[in-house]
């Protein structure tokens, strides 16, 4: 079955136009009965999605702008109404409209992507920024080592398909909750998706995740596992004999295992400890230091969310808000990947011929900041549309000009990490672009 953007925008419009969706999401079973009603639920929904920065007045202009164009109403709506409204719908709207979303992309999806024969996927957690506010602050219950940090932090965690780049589940939570825990929560719900009765579902995990509970529960799940060790994780990591070893294990709590402990040599010279339930002899360390190595993606989708899409940018005080658009983005930036995807298949194309015909140095790829910037807006568009001709209308438009606007691959570039906390807000919340 294709799973491409026009198929995913009919379903997504499907989904946010039913009553029976609207039903379950909305904060009180007497909102949006009303057939007068300016901001629906599927319009408030739209407006959520865009993910637009802009002041919010601008942003609802220009929205029934185009509304209103297509449905020949004429409708218009101020600033503080939309603030209102928005809090009639539940966050976990946006997350089981993901859900859903990932469930469909993966239910006999011919074209998924593995490594090997495994569906390789990887959770990591990080520390988001949110709004310098003293309930926010207690709500997430962030301590500052300073009294002159004004910052407030909140952690997340995700389970992120590397070789699909899809974020499948995602939470924010406690700064004090421990990444383990909501993984746990998390493989809860995968265990719901189509893609969990697949064969050969892998996780990857960095040095903060290695338990015996989190072996158990993904061997028990009848899944693969590949975890980095810290020297002290285990008391067998300390005595091991060679770089493969086949261990049998008790925990202190009677927990036992049989598990797989291969030592890799990075290229800068360090080893490297990871355990694994893959025993199959094929399977050798250079093989396991390819797969651990996948799990850079998860890092690169947090760049990704932050620093393309803004997750951080939260735009409200209120957690209800601050929750929908953390759940919203999480849904775009899925949305953005199947996009990203098409117009790299199509480029790929182009590079043949041009790099045959020696008219091309490098290789080329989709440029992410321009897609972000066309497609979340062309998204909403084609939400309002009454018919799907005028959607394809718009996307192939899109098409085009994304093939065109491609940036070169230019390989073996690396840029330092750094840690840093700032010591005020990354985003403002009384300042928004008006571009």
């Not at 893609?195 to 579902?201: M, T």
């Not at 799907?388 to 690396?414: D, E, H, M, T």
């Amino acid at each position: 079955m294709a799973k491409n953007y026009l198929n995913a925008l009919s379903f997504i419009k499907k989904i946010i136009t039913s009553n029976d969706f609207m039903k379950q999401h909305r904060t009180r079973c007497t909102f949006f009965t009303r057939s007068s009603i300016k901001l629906s639920f599927s319009i408030l929904f739209c407006l959520i999605l865009s993910l637009s920065k802009k002041s919010a007045q601008l942003k609802l202009d220009l929205f029934f702008k185009d509304y209103n164009e297509y449905n020949k109403t004429n409708k218009s709506v101020v600033a503080s109404s939309f603030f209102e409204a928005r809090l009639k719908i539940k966050p976990e709207a946006f997350k089981a409209l993901n859900y859903k979303f990932i469930d469909w992309f993966y239910e006999d999806n011919k074209n998924l992507k593995r490594f090997d024969k495994f569906n390789v996927f990887a959770s990591d957690g990080s520390y988001f920024e949110i709004p310098a506010d003293a309930k926010l602050k207690k709500y997430f219950e962030f301590k500052s080592k300073s009294d002159k940090t004004n910052t407030v932090r909140a952690g997340a965690n995700v389970i992120f398909d590397v070789c699909n780049n899809r974020t499948v589940c995602a939470v924010l939570h406690k700064y004090t909750t421990w990444e383990r825990e909501t993984f746990v929560d998390m493989f809860r719900d995968f265990q719901k998706f189509a893609v969990a009765k697949q064969p050969n579902n892998l996780f990857i995990f960095d040095r903060g995740f290695s338990s015996s509970e989190l072996v158990k529960l993904i061997e028990n799940a009848g899944m693969f596992y590949l975890f980095r060790l810290k020297k002290d994780a285990f008391k067998f990591v300390s005595k091991l004999t060679s770089d493969d070893e086949i261990i049998n294990h008790i925990t202190y709590n009677k927990v036992t295992f049989t598990t797989r402990v291969i030592t890799v040599t990075l290229d800068s010279g360090e080893k490297e400890i990871l355990m694994t339930n893959i025993f199959e002899e094929k399977y050798d360390n250079l093989f396991f230091k390819e797969l651990y190595f996948l799990r850079w993606g998860v890092e690169t989708n947090y760049d990704y969310l932050k620093n393309k899409l803004h997750i951080e940018d939260f735009q409200s005080l209120n957690p209800q808000a601050l929750f929908q658009n953390f759940f919203a983005t999480i849904l775009m930036s899925n949305i953005i990947s199947l996009v990203t995807e098409e117009v790299n298949i199509e480029i790929d194309k182009d590079d043949i011929l041009l790099l045959e015909t020696g008219k091309a140095k490098h290789r080329h790829k989709a440029n992410i900041n321009y897609i972000i910037g066309r497609i979340s807006g062309d998204f909403i568009k084609s939400l309002i549309h009454k018919t799907c001709r005028q959607a394809k209308v718009l996307y192939g438009l899109f098409f085009i000009q994304a093939v065109k606007r491609k940036i070169p691959i230019r390989s073996n570039r690396k840029v330092p990490r750094v840690f840093k906390m700032k010591k005020v807000d990354k985003f403002f919340k009384n300042i928004r672009t008006h571009v």
